[in-house]
């Protein structure tokens, strides 16, 4: 079984819909973060979370919400999607020991919003 | 600011020739830096990462990349390419902000493997 997984796989919404996007991880991770991937944009940063005390902006927190619902669970929320919010979105987990550590990625969660 | 660059989003190569993928960074204090590869459809693995010591560092499935200090350089190479290694390729840095290292991604190159 994967060590990061996330749920949907794919989503096609409409705007203004609200989103929640999933991830879980059997890593034992305390660090977890959310990013989205678009096309020559490479990967920015929307929000972290170091515990689930500690919730943190990325570059790219606005029109986006998260919940750390317990050390495995870290969800992305839209509350009202738009257009430019399609894009691959990636959670991913690191160990809290050291900034050397790499982080683990899920499979990613393709969203398009109509 | 602190900032990773990635020369060249598309790099293409033939089968058996040498790779090489540039990344340079902008830090006034030693960074961690990081390779990973996204493969279609999936998401990014590690490849190799750079910590302290020595500055040639030895990844998986051939690559290697350099740090150099003077240059704020930390390029991926592979001295003969392979149809498998056709995927996307990040160079990420880890920049103290406050009391945490934060990582930041390059915008990536994609390696094109012709036959």
């Known amino acids: 079984d994967a060590d990061v997984t996330q749920t949907p796989r794919n989503r096609i919404t409409k705007t203004g819909k609200r989103i929640m996007l999933e991830c879980s991880q059997t890593?034992?991770?305390?660090?977890m973060y959310w990013y989205r991937q678009d096309p020559g944009l490479g990967l920015r940063l929307i929000y972290y979370?170091?515990?689930?005390?500690?919730?943190n902006k990325g570059e790219i927190s606005d029109g986006y919400s998260v919940s750390r619902q317990a050390q495995a669970k870290f969800s992305l929320s839209l509350e009202s999607a738009i257009p430019n919010q399609t894009a691959l979105y990636f959670c991913?987990?690191?160990?809290?020991?050291?900034?050397?550590?790499?982080?683990?990625f899920g499979p990613g969660t393709r969203l398009t919003v109509l | 600011a602190q900032s990773v660059t990635q020369l060249g989003s598309h790099v293409s190569v033939s089968e058996g020739a040498l790779v090489l993928l540039r990344c340079n960074y902008s830090?006034?204090?030693?960074?961690?830096l990081f390779w990973y590869v996204q493969y279609p459809n999936q998401g990014l693995q590690l490849l190799l990462k750079?910590?302290?010591?020595?500055?040639l560092v030895k990844g998986i499935n051939g690559f290697e990349a350099e740090f150099k200090k003077s240059e704020t350089s930390f390029h991926l190479t592979k001295p003969s390419a392979h149809m498998s290694d056709a995927a996307e390729y990040f160079c990420?840095?880890?920049?103290?902000?406050?009391?945490?290292?934060?990582?930041?991604f390059g915008r990536g190159t994609s390696l094109i493997v012709h036959p």
């Open positions: 991913a987990t690191s160990d809290l020991s050291g900034p050397h550590n790499e982080q683990f």
């Open positions: 890593k034992g991770h305390d660090r």
């Open positions: 979370s170091f515990d689930v005390k500690d919730i």
């Open positions: 830090s006034s204090v030693p960074p961690y």
């Open positions: 750079y910590t302290t010591g020595a500055t």
């Open positions: 990420a840095v880890s920049f103290r902000s406050g009391g945490s290292y934060i990582p930041t």
